[in-house]
């Protein structure tokens, strides 16, 4: 069979490290298995808020990638607050409480002044450069995926010109997404981003999703064919590692300030001090970001002395860190805006034969695959009792050496049975 040519336009590359970067780079290393040959376009000089140099060894030296220099506002940002900059480019907004002076304007100049996101002057030279190279190289499919969306900008300008087949890929939503409320947007500003958004959901042949609740959102916008493909899990080769000796609870990723179950925070208190050998016993560990605000209220429970607060590390050792927890942990804001949000980690977790603990709002998609694949509970902001019955479940099954999920029908969400969903779009566009 001839291979395609599909040309991936993204912004998240290794060694960008966080969950953009997951999804992706195991498309890429899946999709020529199925007669698909990737291209990856991407920015030469970003300004990723992470970085992960491990990746960079999953990425085949036959990839084409091609490469155009970038503008980043970020960079230019520093020199006014290193720190507000970084944490904005991270989509890590402070509480409207906490804000500086200086924050607050760079967050006023970032919702108002680049539409839909700071990578906005990467468009026009992006278009300019693969308008040439797909006319000279055979590109039958073009790939957009954001966030950043304002890559689907690229796509549809492209489209315009050229006529190409083109998939929009969605790994969150746009307007919709829980931070655009804190951008400050002025009414203007919030009808160009709706306005952006139904052009390129109107304009692409295919929109891809990550979740159920984004495809039902996108069909009150577009009648064209919305398909969810989710994240998922590839079979990481991680060192053997043996379970943690302290019942340990680990979250990974980022904790943001409205990322707080303070259910959870009172749950535990309340073990501390009820439950016999839960204090010689109990471990908390947040593997990644959390922010002031969470610590605040470790604190006021009382739980600090218990807390591992290891920060940021490797994809690598993450994973590792997940396969060796007693339980692991997964918080999402409590509201409507993020029903859609489905963790790339969640089916890392999954795959670790770890039981889950997850908290957030009614509805979501993260409690339908829970739930599902029988791979841990989920829990309302307000389920107390419920938590606790559950975490003192688990602490038994731990003091037994029981203590273990029983997943079911995970195979569905392995990388290699995603990208085969993927390439089944593809050859039948």
């Not at 053997?240 to 943001?256: A, R």
């Amino acid at each position: 069979m001839n291979k395609k040519n599909v040309l991936i336009i993204a912004y998240y590359w290794p060694p960008a490290g966080g969950p953009g970067v997951q999804r992706w780079l195991k498309f890429v290393k899946y999709l020529p298995e199925f007669s698909i040959e990737p291209i990856i376009y991407i920015p030469e000089n970003p300004n990723y808020p992470i970085i992960d140099e491990g990746l960079k060894a999953e990425v085949s030296k036959d990839l084409i990638i091609l490469k155009q220099p970038i503008k980043e506002p970020y960079k230019f940002a520093t020199l006014f607050s290193k720190k507000a900059s970084n944490s904005i480019s991270k989509g890590i907004i402070p509480i409207q409480r906490k804000q500086s002076v200086i924050q607050k304007l760079l967050i006023y100049i970032r919702g108002n002044f680049f539409i839909p996101d700071a990578r906005i002057g990467w468009v026009k030279p992006s278009v300019l450069f693969l308008s040439d190279y797909i006319s000279q190289n055979n590109i039958e499919t073009i790939i957009t995926t954001g966030p950043p969306h304002s890559l689907h900008l690229i796509g549809l300008k492209l489209k315009e010109r050229l006529g190409v087949e083109w998939m929009a890929d969605f790994r969150d939503p746009w307007t919709t997404i829980g931070y655009h409320k804190k951008l400050k947007l002025s009414k203007a500003s919030k009808e160009k981003h709706k306005a952006l958004e139904k052009q390129v959901l109107n304009s692409a042949d295919k929109i891809i999703v990550t979740s159920y609740v984004t495809k039902t959102e996108f069909e009150n916008i577009t009648n064209k064919p919305i398909s969810v493909i989710t994240n998922g899990y590839d079979n990481e080769v991680v060192s053997t590692v043996s379970l943690d000796t302290k019942f340990s609870i680990s979250h990974i990723g980022s904790l943001l300030s409205e990322r707080n179950p303070e259910v959870l925070w009172h749950v535990l208190q309340d073990l501390l001090e009820e439950l016999n050998g839960f204090k010689d016993d109990f471990q908390l560990n947040f593997i990644g970001f959390a922010s002031d605000n969470i610590m605040e209220f470790i604190e006021k429970y009382h739980l600090t002395n218990y807390v591992n607060n290891i920060g940021y590390v490797s994809h690598k050792e993450a994973i590792a860190y997940q396969k060796k927890s007693q339980v692991l942990l997964l918080i999402e804001i409590n509201s409507d805006n993020t029903r859609c949000i489905i963790p790339g980690k969640l089916f890392e977790y999954m795959a670790s034969n770890r039981p889950i603990v997850s908290i957030g709002p009614i509805g979501s998609d993260v409690e339908r695959i829970i739930k599902e694949t029988n791979t841990g509970n989920y829990f309302y902001y307000d389920d107390y009792d419920l938590l606790k019955a559950t975490l003192m479940n688990h602490y038994e099954a731990f003091k037994n050496n029981t203590l273990q999920s029983h997943a079911i029908g995970l195979e569905k969400y392995s990388r290699e049975n995603l990208t085969k969903q993927l390439a089944d779009l593809l050859m039948h566009q």
